[in-house]
């Protein structure tokens, strides 16, 4: 049971480039999340998914698009990256019944 | 708007000491609360769950507990040691489907 894993660790893009990060959770939790930190900001919630095929959006979604095609992978994908996505990513879920939320280990993103 | 703010932002106390962190939100209807230990670099760890029914629960000398009618949750830690450095964060869930709300946390040094 590895819990909530998220590819890449790291990474390093240039202004203008796209990626996809991933999130995966082996607990068939309904609820997955995306948030970014950054220093003096704390934790914002960029989108979420409460199941399968639907995703909503958190409080700093611009620049971003998520997509929940299976129920245990989440990804993030940045379009056209920006210096101001320079942050740590973290993906997270939690069951159906609402119960503790599980964090994933984060990614950290640097643009150029 | 729920919001959740945390008091201090940084705290500094000598090893053994006894200390509490607080909490507060502005909604008091919230479906539970959770607290997270977050050490530098890393991922957030789920350290307490309290459901909204709840007023307390305690996990060795964490102790963390719930006032919704004054918008308040505080942590308790007992005899502080200098493994329990680390930022720690409280989340607040307004019901079980909907996202989850962060405070900025507080920074807690314990000098050795």
């Known amino acids: 049971n590895a819990g909530v894993t998220q590819t890449p660790k790291f990474r390093v893009l240039k202004t203008g480039q796209s990626m996809t990060l991933l999130c995966a959770q082996d607990?068939?939790?309904?609820?997955m999340y995306w948030y970014r930190q950054d220093p003096g900001m704390g934790l914002r919630l960029i989108h979420y998914?409460?199941?399968?095929?639907?995703?909503a959006k958190g409080e700093v979604p611009d620049g971003y698009n998520v997509s929940r095609l299976k129920k245990q992978n989440f990804l993030l994908g940045l379009e056209s990256a920006a210096p101001s996505q320079t942050s740590v990513y973290f993906c997270?879920?939690?069951?159906?019944?609402?119960?503790?939320?599980?964090f994933g280990p984060g990614t950290r993103l640097t643009v150029t | 708007k729920q919001e959740v703010t945390q008091i201090p932002a940084a705290l500094s106390v000598p090893e053994g000491e006894n200390l509490v962190l607080n909490c507060s939100f502005t909604?008091?209807?919230?479906?539970?609360l959770q607290w997270f230990r977050q050490d530098p670099g890393k991922g957030l760890t789920s350290l307490l769950l309290?459901?909204?029914?709840?007023r307390e629960q305690t996990s060795g000398r964490l102790n963390a507990s719930l006032d919704k009618s004054s918008g308040r949750s505080t942590l308790y830690i007992a005899a502080s040691q200098p493994g329990d450095s680390a930022t720690y964060l409280c989340?607040?869930?307004?019901?079980?489907?909907?996202?989850?709300?962060f405070g900025k946390g507080t920074r807690l040094h314990i000098l050795p």
């Open positions: 989340a607040v869930y307004k019901n079980r489907d909907d996202k989850i709300i």
């Open positions: 607990m068939n939790h309904e609820y």
């Open positions: 909604d008091s209807a919230i479906y539970n």
């Open positions: 309290i459901q909204s029914s709840q």
């Open positions: 998914s409460v199941g399968e095929g639907t995703t």
């Open positions: 997270a879920s939690r069951d159906y019944l609402g119960t503790e939320q599980y």
